[in-house]
């Protein structure tokens, strides 16, 4: 697992599929990181990134059903493996741990 | 929650988009997701917004990531075939540095060439099309002929020409006719301004030229007397427009020389493109010069100062019109009855009107077609040794890529892989060698600029260009990669793994007769060029330095005090002037004259002697000058004498003497200039009589293209004439200050005028300015052709000599000095550069031989002239070739031979 790691972007999405479970597909990740975090992001962005985590094997997909509101196409619904799950506990466990170096009173005080 | 109207309102093609280039498996979910987002988005941004922000997002899946999605297995062996190739072909650039150096270099300098020639050429060519009525529009031109001889070849005609034309031929849409009006000399509130160029145009001139206005009306700005339209920069110059506010110029006046009439400004129009042959800064209304007790300007037979351009119905076969022009000549000027001289007249199609032109009084910015055509050849055969020194280059290291070549087919390699691998190699040194090109081009596109005195660049090009050109320029560098990627790729591809692995492989010997040929064809062209560009340079020189019968050095001029009027006193005023100029340290004599050395004179066509038939005519230029002309132009008298100030009188009609040239004398007949002194002459309307004074040797008053004509001059005064001031000595320093005191007196003496100066010569030789454009050009091109051909010999050189290194090892053991392998080395290829240089001197001279046509005085190319670029191709070559050659005759052979 050492070498593996995710960019921001990826974690986010990752994050966001961990979050979602049964609601995980593009577009409704994409309302969320709109609504939740107020950025903008593109529709396309969020696919090539699901798709480059399911390849790295961090989530797996399967079809879900299709609704009017989607001209009646299907979804692809997004799970997180154990892999996933693993490397997201790990990568926000060393964000903790190298959170706890910072000298906090150097950040509360002054 | 949703309806079928929201999704009526889904724009469809960005899907249509998607799915052509979306994979099935993912095209579903994403065209999905996207419907849903517009669904949100409309209800919450809007229609309009939602709809943008869908094609976006949908235009967006256009990514790798999308489309090689799941195609993966597909892409796979194209990507890593592509990478190797890649890695090969880099490789195999920087493995062998100098060689593939030579081959960038030699192709990048050559296409620069071809940009750089380009650019220029197609702003050539872009010349007034610009113009909506272009292909429809048309010059007429007049040849007028005399005693069955041709004595003017001109663009100007008598002001009925037009009118007359329209009203006997409908196919005429319209026409419109003008007159040069000058340098404008006017007075705006109190400021003086001196120096635009004015046409007098009649109110059709903008139906005819599709020059765009900024402000008033396109048809009626001309339309009254005393009304000017101004370009952009001048209306700025006058009036200081701000803001582009050109409406506020309308309606106000300029007062022009000494007329009290005022000017008003009806219009303003862009500033006229560089590329129109046709340049102004000013229109006055052709109007202005017609008044009811003056209309010579509207129905004379015999003033021939106008311009006419036609334009004829969509469909007319200008050719068909041409043809009835015999007949109008016939029924207007009878013969030689009306105007003196039997006229002819033809149309020009305007497009060819700046490079097809050899007309006299031309107000066309024209340059020589034949130059612009001559510099494409230059630009493609500097393109073709470029290209083929990479083919030779590459197909010459065929031996070294041999055994690459077999071993490949042995593990597999097909042939049309092996194609692939190398014309891969072949693009990307074009692409390198593109870099370089682009390189050169940016670094020397200022002093490209400069050598041709315009202001090109790849933008203007770029956007002036259709994209028809654009097209063709680019299937054109295409196929020079391809076709010069493809020859070396088909034959290295397809040896023999068995023939060249054992060891036995060979050159063939039709590769080599190839090769052979493609190096004379290299030299050819640069020996043709290098004959060209000494015979060019030889004929400048002789133009420049040629004796004109006259001294125009160091000889300042001062422009005419326009502004002051004309009246009994103005001859003692101008000879005090002159006087006091005489009195200034550095000034040797002072003369005005009507018209300078160099400018085109007007010509009489009624000239005879008084003891010859009345309905004989001839035609001679005229010029004015004052009695201290020929002294200050050291104009040699053959016969007779010169002017005095006896000569000078106030009333025009006073004036009864002339000087003649050696030239008209002959023209009146007279076998001996001495008998023409005493003979009486008459010239102009009413029989004046004149009295020959004097006969002048001819001197070149124009270009050493143009002959020198019969000339007649008359002792004149005039406040139009520029004063020719010549100085003792060139020292710029010097003349610094000689001009700030001739400042003084001009202003003293003519108060009211605009203080103008020039150096003659400059102007003199601006006549030579496209001859001299040409002429570096040529020779800058030349330089870059020789310097490819050397850098392909280089090459091939180096090539053979490695090739032979057992062989002169072998001769060396055996016996053979330094001389003869040096010899043996460079006969061959010495044997070819002379083959080229004598195929190279028949097709330059023929070239040559046409190019000179166009001087009426010109250089004989002597023996030596085309002996040299034999001498100097041979010496570039044995030079470029000598390192290699002696480098190789050197080597100890028993570092070549040890592995035998």
Redesign the interface.
């Known amino acids: 697992m050492g070498k593996e790691y995710l960019g921001e972007f990826e974690e986010l999405i990752l994050t966001m599929v961990a979050a979602l479970q049964d609601d995980a597909?593009?577009?409704a990740i994409?309302?969320e990181i709109e609504t939740r975090l107020k950025r903008e992001v593109?529709?396309?962005?969020v696919?090539?990134t699901l798709?480059?985590l399911e390849d790295k094997g961090l989530i797996k997909s399967s079809?879900g059903g299709?609704t009017?509101?989607?001209?009646g196409?299907?979804?692809?619904i997004y799970t997180i493996t154990s892999a996933g799950m693993a490397t997201l506990k790990m990568m926000k466990e060393t964000r903790l741990d190298l959170w706890k170096l910072v000298p906090q009173l150097k950040i509360s005080g002054t | 929650m949703n309806n079928d109207s929201d999704f009526d309102k889904l724009p469809r093609w960005p899907l249509r988009f998607l799915s052509w280039f979306c994979p099935v498996e993912i095209a579903e979910e994403i065209e999905g997701d996207l419907i849903q987002k517009f669904y949100r988005d409309v209800k919450n941004v809007g229609e309009k917004a939602a709809k943008r922000r869908f094609i976006w997002s949908a235009v967006r899946f256009f990514r790798p990531g999308i489309i090689l999605r799941n195609t993966f297995s597909y892409s796979l062996i194209n990507t890593i075939m592509l990478r190797n190739y890649f890695t090969i072909a880099f490789r195999n650039v920087v493995k062998n540095k100098v060689f593939s150096a030579i081959n960038i270099f030699g192709l990048g300098i050559g296409l620069a060439a071809c940009l750089l020639i380009f650019q220029f050429v197609s702003f050539e060519l872009s010349y007034d099309t610009f113009n909506e009525k272009l292909d429809r529009t048309y010059r007429i031109t007049n040849d007028r002929f005399q005693n069955g001889k041709l004595i003017q070849h001109g663009t100007i005609m008598y002001p009925t020409i037009g009118p007359v034309m329209a009203k006997d031929y409908p196919e005429i849409e319209t026409y419109t006719r003008l007159m040069p009006g000058g340098d404008l000399n006017v007075k705006v509130d109190e400021k003086i301004f001196k120096g635009e160029n004015a046409h007098f145009a009649d109110e059709r001139f903008f139906t005819v030229f599709s020059f765009p206005f900024l402000a008033g009306d396109r048809s009626s700005a001309l339309k009254d007397r005393y009304t000017m339209v101004l370009t952009e920069s001048t209306a700025i110059k006058y009036f200081g427009v701000a803001d582009k506010n050109y409406s506020s110029v309308i309606g106000k006046v300029v007062y022009w020389g000494l007329d009290p009439q005022p000017y008003k400004i009806t219009a303003v129009c862009s500033n006229i493109p560089e590329n129109s042959h046709i340049q102004f800064d000013a229109l006055v209304s052709y109007a202005t010069l017609i008044s009811p007790e003056e209309h010579d300007a509207d129905d004379s037979w015999t003033w021939s100062d106008m311009r006419h351009y036609l334009v004829l119905k969509p469909g007319t076969d200008y050719k068909a019109l041409e043809s009835k022009f015999p007949d109008f000549s016939k029924r207007y000027f009878q013969g030689d009855k009306v105007s003196g001289s039997v006229e002819k007249f033809y149309l020009q199609p305007m497009k060819d009107a700046h490079l097809y032109s050899d007309y006299e009084y031309d107000i066309a910015r024209t340059a020589s077609g034949k130059a612009v055509w001559a510099m494409v050849v230059v630009a493609v055969f500097v393109l073709l040794i470029a290209w083929i020194n990479y083919i030779n280059l590459t197909t010459s290291r065929a031996l070294d890529r041999a055994k690459e070549v077999g071993l490949r087919k042995v593990m597999g390699a097909l042939k049309s892989q092996l194609i692939k691998q190398f014309l891969f190699e072949s693009i990307l040194i074009s692409l390198f060698a593109f870099l370089v090109a682009i390189t050169i081009v940016l670094i020397s596109q200022s002093s490209f600029n400069d050598m041709i005195g315009g202001n090109l660049s790849w933008w203007k090009v770029f956007s002036e260009m259709n994209s028809s050109t654009i097209l063709i320029l680019i299937s054109v560098m295409t196929a020079g990669v391809l076709l010069s990627g493809f020859y070396p790729a088909f034959v290295l591809s397809s040896y023999q793994p068995v023939t060249v692995l054992k060891g036995k492989f060979q050159r063939s010997s039709r590769g080599q007769f190839l090769r052979k040929s493609l190096v004379v064809f290299q030299f050819t062209s640069s020996a043709a060029l290098i004959t060209g560009t000494l015979i060019v340079s030889k004929q400048l020189r002789f133009m420049n330095d040629a004796d004109l019968g006259m001294n125009i050095h160091n000889t300042l001029i001062v422009q005419a005090p326009e502004r002051t009027a004309w009246d009994s006193t103005f001859i003692d005023r101008v000879e005090s002037y002159k006087h006091a100029l005489a009195q200034i340290k550095g000034i040797a004599s002072v003369t005005t004259s009507n018209r300078l050395p160099g400018d085109r004179l007007g010509r009489s066509f009624g000239i005879r002697l008084s003891d010859q038939p009345s309905d004989a005519h001839f035609t001679m230029s005229n010029m004015g000058v004052d009695y201290n002309y020929f002294d200050t132009y050291g104009i040699s008298v053959v016969a007779g004498r010169k002017f005095l100030l006896t000569d000078h009188k106030v009333k025009f009609e006073d004036i009864n003497t002339v000087v003649l040239n050696l030239n008209a004398v002959k023209l009146l007949g007279i076998d001996n200039a001495t008998n023409a002194i005493g003979k009486e002459i008459v010239w102009g309307n009413g029989g004046r009589k004149y009295t020959i004074v004097g006969v002048i040797k001819d001197f070149h008053q124009e270009s050493l293209k143009n002959t020198m004509e019969p000339m007649i001059f008359r002792p004149n005064y005039s406040t139009y004439s520029p004063a020719s001031i010549k100085l003792e000595k060139s020292d710029i320093d010097n003349s610094k200050k000689i001009v700030a005191d001739v400042e003084k007196i001009f202003a003293k003496f003519f108060p009211d005028n605009a203080f103008d100066y020039s150096f003659l010569e400059d102007k003199y030789k601006r006549q030579y300015r496209d001859d001299n454009r040409f002429g570096k050009v040529i020779s800058v091109f030349t330089i870059l052709a020789i310097i490819i051909s050397c850098l392909g010999l280089v090459g091939l050189s180096s090539y053979t000599a490695v090739q032979r290194t057992k062989e002169i090892g072998i001769r060396k053991v055996l016996g053979a000095t330094l001389f003869n392998i040096v010899a043996l080395l460079s006969v061959d290829f010495i044997k070819l550069v002379l083959l080229a240089t004598l195929l190279a001197l028949p097709i330059a001279h023929i070239a040559m031989q046409y190019w000179l046509e166009g001087y009426a005085y010109k250089v004989v190319p002597g023996i030596l002239i085309y002996i040299m670029p034999v001498i100097l191709i041979l010496l570039i070559a044995s030079f470029t070739m000598s390192f290699q050659v002696i480098r190789t005759a050197m080597t100890n052979p028993s570092n070549t031979l040890k592995y035998e």
Do not use: D, I
């Open positions: 597909y593009g577009a994409t309302e593109n529709l396309s962005a696919h090539v798709y480059r079809m299709g009017n509101e989607r001209g196409r299907r979804k692809r």
